[in-house]
Structures are given as C-alpha cells and as structure tokens.
C-alpha cells in the first residue's frame, strides 16, 4: 500500500496560543496578501505529496534548514523503498481544502487550512484529512511556513 509521506514540520516548533475572537471567515483570497499566502501554502501540500526537492523553500530562513533535514530523510527512506518516481508523478487535487485567515498583519499571518485533498498515484488514491493552523511570515517580499501545528481548533 502507498501512503503519503508525513507532514513535515521540525519538532522544535514553538505553537502559540489560539487566537480568540478576531477569526475571519475568509475562505477565498480578498486580497493580494491573501492571495500570496495561500499560494505558498498550496505549494506546500503539492511539494510535500510528491516529494519535490523544491519544498524547503516554501519555509522561513529560521526553521528552513530543519526542515530540510526532515524532509531529505523523508524522501530517502521513500527512495529506498523504490517509491520516489511514483511519488513524483502523483497528481494532487486540493479542492476539498479550505483556507481561512485567523489573524494577518504586515509582518505574520495564521492561517487555518481544514479540509481534505488526495494524491494519486495509478492505481492507488489516497485521501488526506488536514486540519492545521500555518504561521506565515514574510521575508524577502514572500510569504513562508514557519510553523504548522496540526490538530489545531
């Protein structure tokens, strides 16, 4: 059976607080920032189900090389296992995935992404429930991950 790598996030996160009642109910982009950190996000859940060498660099400077690491040992495992040409050409559909802004000012961002999205890799489709707040920041003019705290309500 295939199965989907786990989410990559590095252990020494530090979570925060939930937020209270400044949620917004935002589940499209209404606006370019918004536009922007979803876009890094989608990145993301593409880049992690298909293994693509490109995934560190959906993450902050501050938690990149972490992440790295965590991500290099994840897809060598896959390669030994001789998976990682099927994990390259999944097709990864996003749609049942929502994305609601909690709180999103110049310098961060949390984002709820809940929902499901699958990957397909012939024969086999799997579905992955996610429910998870994102910390965004931004550094350089782009939106990165610098934190996920998975389980998050």
Do not use: C
């Not at 189900?49 to 400077?61: E, G």
């Not at 802004?101 to 996610?130: C, K």
């Amino acid at each position: 059976m295939l199965l989907a790598p786990a989410p990559l996030m590095a252990a020494g996160s530090h979570p925060l607080d939930a937020p209270g009642a400044e949620t917004s109910e935002a589940t499209k982009p209404d606006d370019a920032e918004a536009l922007a950190q979803y876009q890094v996000l989608r990145e993301f859940f593409e880049r992690q189900a298909t293994l693509d060498d490109r995934l560190p660099d959906v993450f902050s400077r501050r938690v990149r090389q972490e992440e790295a690491m965590a991500f290099l040992a994840a897809r060598d495992t896959v390669n030994r296992r001789g998976q990682l040409e099927r994990f390259r050409m999944a097709k990864v559909d996003l749609s049942g995935l929502k994305f609601r802004r909690v709180t999103a000012d110049p310098d961060l961002a949390r984002i709820q992404v809940t929902g499901s999205y699958t990957m397909s890799v012939p024969p086999l489709i799997e579905t992955v429930e996610e429910d998870a707040l994102f910390v965004l920041l931004p550094e350089m003019g782009q939106w990165k991950i610098y934190e996920r705290r998975g389980g998050w309500r």
